[in-house]
């Protein structure tokens, strides 16, 4: 998959109105804004997200809905390992399957650059956020202590990729889940 390539299958999923497509230079300003209304404790500063956009192993995504970014996600891929670097979604469009949306785009492009899980870190104080991860097949494995500054701590999560349309079975033979 090349920085330019769609994530199809992920893509699907977005309510009617919305689309998704790679984060291109001229998205950063709009994107770096939004970052700093979502996250004004820690927001990146908007060179870490030109950095991020121009290194070869990233990969960024925004959800747009008329041309406007409503939100975005980028990750990390060095296979076998995958990270999820930032994923967000703004207010006014919460609980529209966005975030899964976006997530579900990072897991594609991860298993088509050859990865096999996926890490990321996210708030201990955002039960929102880790019920998603959770959903997704996330687990904890570790806590850093003030990794978003003094008493706020994160969860290191870990998953486990599976390639689209893999479908698991239990033991007698039944489909207990298929990957799309």
Known sequence: MTPGEPVVAAAASLPRGYALRPMQPGDLETVHALETELFPEDAWPAQMFHEELAHPTRRYWVVTREREIV????????????????????????????????????????????????????RADNPRAQALYRRFGYHHIHTRAHYYGPGHDALIMRCELTPAGTVERSADGRTIHEHR
Do not use: F, K
């Open 71 to 122: 939100g975005y996600a980028g990750m990390m891929c060095i296979p076998p390992v995958a990270d999820v670097q930032t994923i967000a979604v703004a207010p006014a469009h919460e609980g529209r399957g966005l975030g899964a949306t976006l997530l579900r785009g990072l897991h594609e492009a991860a298993v088509a650059q050859g990865a096999s899980e996926m890490m990321l870190e996210v």
